[in-house]
């Protein structure tokens, strides 16, 4: 996977129009981003704050075209490139022209004595109104609940792996007599205990760097910002620069601080072209400023090329599957070669089967590839068939496309469960799940949210257990996964939907059957 980031800030649209010297440079930005890098597969085009001059909406109006413009003569140079468009607001995002001092008196008492309320942040957020009107059209993001005006992370998709962005709004309790080391942000309820989905690239977005924040804050701020990042982009100062920091806790992330885009003056121009091959370990960074009529890698200094370096610290955080239990996950068990490979794996000769509801009246088919999907409608599947169609090999090859749909799988085998009292089987899950991932422990497992927690069992008929235990054993699963899927025998099947007058009614029955 290669993406490009077209890190844009401090645009300060203003009115009227004709007052915008960016808009006669659109076209020479889109030739500037996509011409050397023609084989990416897609482009984020990121403004780090101060997308408007005054928070208005006729200012973001022309900021909406001028982001259309420039997405019509990219597609031009590049029609296959995935554009995607992520923001984050300023302090120039907020209209405070009506609050006046109100404005002052409610940001200084947010936070004080490092007391933060979300509805005074709420409030706060009613000057970006506009700002969130307009990112609105651009965002797919995972809010926060009720912080929501303050942080969230938004996922992308591109070439079947995952790019995180994580939205920091530090503009939130900005006001006219703001001072640089006076800002304040709720940093340990937003993200001190922040967690970033599974994913290849994380890239973090806030418009003031941390000298702008009181000093318990902005190192709080930095301290939670290097356990999520790779990337870090920021704005406000107008002065771009890029440099890795590495601490002595394992973390390793890129800075990057942003020009002004639209400077003062109708030639100022600059921005950063960041170049990420996650495949060939590749990070490439130019300094990008206008000059005559196109826009110029900056000096002899640029670009800057490094290898691209996962944050260890950041991946501390995700559950990372043990490569060592992968491999023998994926065994094929038969020794089977091939002319073009020796050893083939699951992987190499699996073929995604389909599958028949057994409850509808025309069984319907449901394809084994859109079985994470299948759970969001039914959470708990039956995985019937005759002996050595292929369950366990099916419920093997789910592992990852779990994982990549932003659950946690575990796979358990019949063998791994002991007796079914809910205490022994939260040891018996923790066994499993620390055979099984490199990353987090074990614990976090058990207090990871419940809907992303998922069960793939296999085998329950081979357990000796009579249908109380069995139900015992149904009901444990439900109540801590959000998702279950487990493989019986057909034998079973019919043994639950016959069972004699007066026996309690299998919690089987209550599961989607799916026959092989």
């Known amino acids: 996977m290669s993406i490009l980031i077209a890190h844009l800030s401090d645009i300060h649209f203003k009115e009227p129009l004709t007052d915008n010297s960016i808009l006669t440079k659109q076209d020479a930005l889109a030739r500037a981003i996509v011409c050397p890098y023609p084989e990416a597969d897609a482009l984020f085009i990121v403004i780090s704050g101060d997308i408007a001059f005054s928070g208005r909406r006729t200012e973001?109006?022309?900021?909406?075209?001028?982001?259309e413009r420039l997405r019509t003569e990219v597609k031009r140079h590049s029609a296959n490139l995935q554009i995607e468009v992520v923001a984050c607001p300023g302090n120039h995002d907020c209209d405070i022209s009506t609050e006046g001092a109100v404005r002052s008196i409610v940001a200084d008492a947010f936070g004080k004595d490092g007391v933060y309320s979300p509805q005074v942040a709420n409030n706060l957020s009613k000057a970006q109104r506009e700002y969130f009107d307009f990112a609105e059209k651009y965002g797919r993001a995972k809010q926060l609940g009720e912080w929501k005006s303050a942080f969230h992370?938004?996922?992308?998709?591109?070439?079947?792996?995952k790019v995180v962005f994580s939205i920091i709004n530090t503009a939130l309790a900005f006001h006219g007599q703001s001072k640089p080391g006076s800002l304040v942000w709720p940093v340990e309820t937003c993200i001190a205990n922040a967690s970033v989905a599974p994913s290849s690239v994380a890239v973090t977005v806030l418009h003031h760097p941390f000298g702008w924040f009181s000093p318990n804050v902005g190192r709080e701020l930095r301290n939670g910002i290097d356990r999520i990042s790779d990337i870090v982009l920021t704005g406000?100062?107008?002065?771009?620069?890029?440099?890795?920091?590495?601490?002595?806790e394992g973390a390793t992330v890129e800075y990057v601080e942003g020009g002004a885009l639209q400077g003062d003056k109708a030639g100022e121009s600059e921005w950063n072209l960041i170049e990420i091959d996650v495949t060939e370990g590749q990070f490439?960074?130019?300094?990008?400023?206008?000059?005559?009529?196109?826009?110029?890698?900056?000096?002899?200094?640029?670009p800057v090329s490094k290898k691209f370096i996962r944050n260890k610290?950041?991946?501390?955080?995700?559950?990372?599957?043990?490569?060592?239990?992968?491999?023998?996950?994926?065994?094929?068990?038969?020794?089977?070669n091939h002319s073009a490979k020796d050893n083939l794996s699951l992987r190499d000769i699996f073929v995604w089967p389909q599958l028949k509801e057994v409850e509808t009246a025309d069984g319907n088919l449901v394809g084994g590839l859109d079985l994470c999907d299948y759970t969001t409608r039914h959470r708990r599947i039956l995985l019937t068939g005759a002996d050595?169609?292929?369950?366990?090999a099916f419920l093997r090859c789910l592992i990852e496309k779990f994982l990549a749909n932003d659950h946690v799988p575990v796979y358990l085998n019949w063998e791994d469960v002991k007796e079914p009292s809910p205490e022994k089987l939260r040891r018996d899950i923790q066994r499993v799940f620390s055979r099984q991932y490199s990353s987090p422990r074990s614990e976090a497992y058990l207090t990871a949210d419940k809907g992303k927690r998922v069960l793939l069992f296999d085998g329950l008929h081979k357990l000796r257990l009579g249908l109380k235990d069995r139900n015992k054993l149904c009901k444990f699963f439900d109540g801590f996964f959000g998702v279950v899927v487990i493989s019986v025998a057909e034998e079973l099947r019919y043994e639950e939907l016959t069972n004699r007058e007066g026996e309690e009614r299998s919690e089987l029955l209550e599961y989607r059957n799916l026959r092989l």
């Not at 406000?236 to 002595?248: A, C, I, L, M």
């Not at 610290?313 to 043990?322: C, D, N, P, S, V």
């Open 313 to 336: 610290l950041r991946t501390q955080t995700e559950f990372q599957l043990h490569s060592e239990w992968l491999r023998q996950l994926y065994d094929a068990e038969y020794g089977i």
């Open 236 to 248: 406000h100062e107008h002065v771009p620069d890029g440099y890795r920091k590495e601490t002595s």
């Open 388 to 392: 050595k169609t292929g369950k366990s």
């Open 284 to 302: 490439k960074l130019s300094r990008m400023i206008w000059e005559g009529s196109e826009f110029r890698v900056f000096g002899t200094d640029y």
């Open 153 to 161: 992370q938004i996922v992308f998709d591109v070439d079947k792996q």
């Open 60 to 67: 973001y109006e022309y900021a909406a075209r001028f982001i």
